[in-house]
Nanobody
Framework: VQLQASGGGLVQAGGSLRLSCAAS????????MGWFRQAPGKEREFVAR????????YYANSVKGRFTISRDNTDNTVYLQMNSLKPEDTAVYYC???????????????WGQGTQVTVSS
């Protein structure tokens, strides 16, 4: 499966962005999906995940209550709605696909190219 992330940009603190991850090559409903992010000089970290069925989503504590992951299997797309953005949310955001439910980046064999999110104070 090939993944294409989009929707990043520059936003002021307190603002919102919605990231999209479009899949091709294979139906997205076959995979559990995750969003990760990597800030300069830091390791890639888990943000949110959603199982293939769309229920039982799970979030990192740092984004809980502000970010929402969702998916549209008929449209082959996964979304990350990001509200109340903070400067510390600045990072490159990646979507990823896996055959198992996991918060570990190493469990995801398929990755999108990343989209930059910059939050100014």
């Amino acid at each position: 499966v090939q993944l294409q992330a989009s929707g990043g940009g520059l936003v002021q603190a307190g603002g919102s962005l919605r990231l999209s991850c479009a899949a091709s090559g294979r139906t997205l409903s076959s995979y559990h999906m995750g969003w990760f992010r990597q800030a300069p000089g830091k390791e890639r970290e888990f943000v949110a995940r959603i199982p293939w069925g769309g229920r039982l989503t799970y979030y990192a504590n740092s984004v809980k209550g502000r970010f929402t992951i969702s998916r549209d299997n008929t449209d082959n797309t996964v979304y990350l709605q990001m509200n109340s953005l903070k400067p510390e949310d600045t990072a490159v955001y990646y979507c990823a696909a896996s055959g198992i439910v996991s918060t570990s980046a190493g469990s995801y064999p398929y990755w999108g190219q990343g989209t930059q999110v910059t939050v100014s104070s």
